[in-house]
């Protein structure tokens, strides 16, 4: 039985050579994952000109301000419909990535054709979790670890339907969930780290995990092909 040590190494040893490549793919999965004013009365003529100024800055400040909150809950709508077929590919990636078979950037982009499938997987799963999460915490973790599995099932087989990965992820991490909560664990180091860096390790952080999931998936799978034991 292999253990969080023996799938961080399996990814060490995928990602040599490779850095470069996780990073901005990692990256660029992650981004593709969220007029009122005031001002006072007139009390002569430079006065007024003062507040005319003042006003106009607060009107700037402030159309700025809800101009950005509308992009960014914009693209967090963007993000959360294409997000399900970004994580397909990125799982399709980190896959080639560990069993050595051509891991590209355009992974990301493989399985946008099956983008509402993939968009009603991501609805579904964190539905299920936030509902068993409402009960307690220990019970949403645990769906959340007993769904873990379905998107790369679903990127290994496109034509299944969403509840049919969902049960197949169940069934496979029947037996293997305190393994992979134990390989979680094994990073809570490393993301506090993160935090001394302002996030900018997690450029590395991502892609090392996300390659160890994989490694993790590949061999309670059975699907594991190159990467050494």
């Known amino acids: 039985m292999l253990f969080a040590s023996d799938f961080r190494r399996m990814a060490r040893e995928a990602l040599r050579g490779k850095w470069a490549l996780a990073v901005i793919t990692g990256f660029v999965a992650v981004l593709l994952g969220a007029i009122t004013y005031g001002g006072g009365s007139s009390n002569g003529g430079g006065n007024e000109h003062q507040n005319i100024i003042s006003i106009d800055f607060n009107f700037i400040f402030i159309s700025v301000v809800s101009g950005i909150a509308t992009i960014i809950l914009i693209w967090a709508i963007i993000t959360f419909i294409i997000g399900g077929a970004t994580q397909l ?15 590209q950037f355009n992974d990301l982009f493989s399985r946008f054709d099956i983008i509402g499938k993939a968009f009603g997987l991501r609805l579904v799963t964190v539905l299920f979790v936030f509902l068993w999460g409402i009960l307690l915490i220990i019970p949403g973790i645990i769906a959340a670890l007993s769904y873990s599995m379905a998107f790369y099932i679903m990127d290994d087989d496109p034509s299944i ?69």
């Open 89 to 103: 590919g990125y799982c399709r990636f980190n896959k080639n990535l560990i069993n050595n078979t051509e891991p």
């Open 161 to 229: 339907g969403i509840m049919e990965a969902i049960s197949q992820s169940k069934a496979m991490m029947q037996g293997n969930k305190f393994r992979l909560f134990c390989l979680f664990l094994s990073f809570l180091g490393w993301a506090i780290l993160c935090a001394f860096t302002f996030g900018l390790g997690a450029l590395l952080l991502i892609p090392y995990m996300n390659a160890s999931f994989a490694a993790f998936y590949l061999e309670i799978s059975g699907k594991k092909n190159t990467f050494s034991m």
